[in-house]
């Protein structure tokens, strides 16, 4: 069964946040360089990097040249930690399904418990995204394999929001501008008809 694994710069971006919304770090506070940050929490300095930029891209911190990283909102932490656990939470409910289906000697009522769980999170997620993930595997030979996200420019080329990548056995949530797409990865996103077709598009040989 694939695992959950976030990207570590990810993690690091949950636990500024923390820090922000403990009221730790202040909104109008200018924290320290990021080499600073990547000792604090014991990363390297280009992890630390790739944290910031995801706080940053969310309006949560904003770099500035020359003095560090200035917080701007402790409302948009918060609201960047409660998506974070709703996407581990619903992970966790499917693999709970699964392990549930697998081993077919659970109780009936308890899978339909987890069913339910899964409705009413799937329900609360599609709220806020009433859009429902699709899926894709680029052929193994596409000239787009072996690159970043963001250097891709996938959002702008196709209008698909990537959501996640499994690689191997490993589901990667929320992988970021900086995830690489290797060939045998399957991604999930969310947009329109249109843009199914336009994914298949991009990546075809």
Same mark, same amino acid.
């Given at each position: 069964m694939p695992k959950v694994k976030e990207p570590r710069y990810h993690q690091i971006a949950q636990e500024i946040a923390e820090h922000i #919304?403990?009221?730790q770090f202040l909104v109008g506070e200018k924290l320290h360089a990021r080499s600073t940050l990547a000792a604090t929490f014991g990363v390297s300095a280009e992890t630390a990097r790739k944290a910031i930029s995801v706080?940053? +891209?969310l +309006?949560?911190?904003? =770099?500035?040249h020359g003095s560090g #990283?200035? *917080?701007l909102s402790r409302e948009k932490a918060r609201e960047f930690l409660d998506q974070a656990k709703e996407s581990? +939470?619903?992970q966790t409910t499917h693999s709970e399904i699964k392990s549930l289906i697998a081993k077919q000697k659970e109780d009936l009522a308890n899978l339909d418990e987890a069913f339910s769980l899964l409705l009413d999170q799937t329900q609360r997620v599609r709220k806020n995204n009433p859009m429902s =993930?699709?899926? !894709?595997? =680029?052929e193994a030979d596409s000239p787009m394999l072996n690159q970043s996200i963001g250097s891709l420019n996938i959002w702008q080329n196709t209008g698909a929001t990537i959501i996640a990548i499994l690689h191997e056995d490993e589901i990667i949530l929320s992988p970021g501008p900086y995830a690489n797409i290797m060939p045998g990865d399957t991604i999930y996103f969310v947009g329109s008809d249109k843009t *199914?077709?336009?994914?298949?598009? !991009?990546f075809a040989v």
């Open positions: #919304v403990n009221k706080l940053a +891209d +309006d949560i911190v904003k =770099p500035v #990283v200035e *917080v581990r +939470d619903l =993930p699709y899926e !894709f595997i =680029p *199914v077709e336009a994914i298949h598009q !991009f």
